[in-house]
């Protein structure tokens, strides 16, 4: 158990909906990551945040967003889903950016688009 | 971030050590060599990582050659549970984030 835990585990829905999924970081950890896993692509960084700022950005596309909040927690909304956000999104957080800290993933979730 | 290259798949008998590859030629002298591994779809688990000397851990060790431009990552008694997908990344720890970029990996199957 890495402490990160992501809710929910299994999301299906259909083209076109909008989903948030859910992020806790390790207890103590600043910083979170979000990575996308799909057959095609293969584990995709998405974006990073610390202490409730955006830090760095990977390939997102324009319709997923996310956010850091002041308890820390973060979300990841993916909107106007297509078939092909069909993926594993996984959560990481680390203590802090700046060092050669490693980083907790969470055990994902799972996104069916129908 | 510079390019790592790892053999698609490796095979290893359970109890002998399992040694992965990873060539990173055109590594720069400020970034780490990173092994992260992925057993069946979980989060992605930290391995070790090292700048320039061997470095050594409960779960691994890492020897990087002296003109770090490949690296070797040992188990030194592959179990059963060690079967999973190995990702050597090299990455500057910087003030632009530090998020990993992952290639394709080996992937290790430890046989009985």
């Known amino acids: 158990d890495s402490g990160v835990t992501q809710t929910p585990k299994h999301l299906i829905t259909a083209t076109g909906q909008r989903v948030t999924l859910r992020c806790s970081p390790r207890?103590?950890?600043?910083?979170v990551y979000w990575y996308q896993q799909s057959l095609d692509q293969g584990l995709q960084f998405l974006i990073q945040y610390y202490n409730g700022e955006e830090r760095a950005k990977g390939n997102i596309l324009e319709r997923f967003s996310a956010q850091q909040f002041p308890d820390l927690h973060s979300e990841l909304n993916l909107s106007s889903l297509e078939l092909g956000d069909s993926a594993l999104y996984f959560c990481?957080?680390?203590?802090?950016?700046?060092?050669?800290?490693?980083?907790?993933f969470g055990p994902g979730t799972r996104l069916t688009v129908l | 971030d510079a390019k790592t290259t790892q053999p698609t798949s490796m095979d290893c008998a359970e109890g002998r050590a399992a040694n992965l590859p990873c060539n990173h030629s055109?590594?720069?002298?400020?970034?780490?060599v990173y092994w992260y591994r992925q057993i069946h779809s979980q989060g992605p688990q930290y391995i070790i990582h090292?700048?320039?000397n061997n470095e050594t851990n409960e779960m691994a060790s890492l020897i990087i050659t002296e003109d770090r431009k490949s690296s070797t990552l040992i188990l030194p008694h592959a179990t059963l549970r060690d079967t999973a997908v190995y990702y050597c990344?090299?990455?500057?720890?910087?003030?632009?984030?530090?998020?990993?970029?992952f290639g394709g990996g080996t992937r290790l199957m430890v046989k009985p």
């Open positions: 055109t590594i720069s002298g400020n970034e780490y």
């Open positions: 990344i090299v990455r500057v720890d910087n003030n632009a984030g530090n998020m990993l970029t």
């Open positions: 990481a957080s680390s203590v802090d950016f700046q060092t050669g800290d490693e980083q907790f």
């Open positions: 207890s103590g950890d600043l910083s």
């Open positions: 090292g700048l320039k």
